[in-house]
């Protein structure tokens, strides 16, 4: 599982526009989220627009661009690191409880678009009151319902007894692989005596079984729904630096100094709240954020997006002619941002990596 994570330029200029968009529109209709030009001013009700070529420019309006940025120089050991926690969910709500012991084994079918190595799984679990505690083997199987079944790996999850509703974890070692278009099944069996109950998601389009032999071969009830849990993929490393770059943010209006300096002090305003505040529909007033509901973690509308302000600043007040009569007056607000980027690579595929590192070695 290699997967390319970055929140450079483009995604920071939608980022900025959005948010924009939601401050100054706050108390009336928002839509056409994707616009890169924002009109501010228009009269309650009507649509933010985007004007180009097809139509004649009007104003007030916002324009967001970037001027490109730079990757920060760092350390080789600040780039590498390993991360464990990589989940695909399943279900999203338990409903239901589903009882598997060791004469009804109970397994989950694997969405099909999961691919690469399996770390695990998570479950939320209960014991059954008044039955032995033993652990419980997972398998993990291919081609599952059929005489060429194929064991690919399995693991344990330690016995428990609570009776209380928790997330456990089943691991497997070594990482089995994942391929797209196989079909694989995940199978819970206590040891002798014991019953267990695992939290079920019905609503979730994904496929479950209590199951029986006959033979050596598994059959069972389908049953749409799935585990209340998720798939863990195995470790990655992770190579990825810090990126840094301005969004210039240009408020435009025409034919009033006023309206354009208005335009860029209140611009300026929300994005310093940006790192603070977060957007909050509870009111209907056009004052667009919610300070009441800053976050001891720092958690705001722009943090929440991986991007940390390091300044904003204002230039000075630009004028160009449109026609015979019309003056259009601007004014730039530029934001320094810092931001991330990073490639995760499966560890089973990166190979003589070596992050301790020993100069002797390599003289």
């Known amino acids: 599982m290699s997967k390319l994570y970055y929140r450079l330029e483009k995604s920071g200029r939608d980022t900025f526009a959005e948010y924009l968009r939601r401050a100054f529109r706050y108390g009336g209709p928002w839509t056409n989220r994707d616009l890169e030009i924002i009109s501010v001013e228009q009269p309650e009700g009507e649509l933010v627009f985007e004007q180009f070529f097809e139509e004649p420019e009007k104003y007030p309006l916002i324009t967001i661009g970037s001027l490109g940025g730079n990757s920060v120089p760092m350390g080789f050991n600040d780039q590498v690191e390993n991360i464990f926690d990589f989940t695909t969910e399943l279900g999203t709500r338990s409903l239901s409880l589903v009882d598997f012991s060791t004469s009804v084994p109970f397994a989950f079918k694997l969405p099909s678009d999961f691919t690469g190595s399996l770390g695990g799984f998570t479950a939320d679990m209960v014991w059954k009151l008044g039955e032995n505690v033993e652990d419980i083997t997972i398998q993990l199987f291919q081609d599952y319902f059929s005489t060429g079944s194929v064991l690919l790996a399995s693991g344990s999850i330690r016995n428990f007894d609570s009776l209380d509703l928790t997330t456990y974890l089943g691991g497997f070692y070594p ?16 040891k002798s005596g014991s019953v267990y109950r695992v939290a079920v998601d019905t609503t979730y389009n994904g496929v479950y079984s209590s199951i029986s032999y006959s033979g050596s071969v598994p059959s069972g009830s389908l049953i749409s729904g799935s585990i209340y849990g998720g798939l863990r993929y195995s470790p990655v490393m992770r190579i990825g630096g810090a990126h840094e770059f301005s969004v210039i943010i240009r408020c435009s209006a025409k034919n009033s100094m006023e309206k354009a300096q208005n335009l860029a002090d209140l611009t300026e305003i929300y994005v310093k709240m940006g790192q ?23 958690v705001s509308f722009l943090t929440s997006r991986d991007i940390a302000v390091k300044g904003v600043s204002k230039g000075a007040l630009e004028n160009r002619k449109r026609g015979d009569n019309d003056i ?27 992050v301790g590192g020993d100069l002797e070695s390599f003289i």
């Open 175 to 190: 990482y089995p692989l994942i391929q797209k278009g196989q079909e694989y099944w995940i199978e819970l069996t206590p």
């Open 328 to 354: 259009v007056f601007t004014i730039g607000v530029t934001v320094d941002v810092r931001t991330e980027w990073h490639l995760d690579f499966d560890e089973q595929t990166i190979k003589e990596i070596n």
């Open 276 to 298: 603070y505040g977060v957007l909050d529909r509870l009111s209907t007033n056009q004052a667009k954020l919610n300070l009441s509901r800053l976050l001891v973690n720092g």
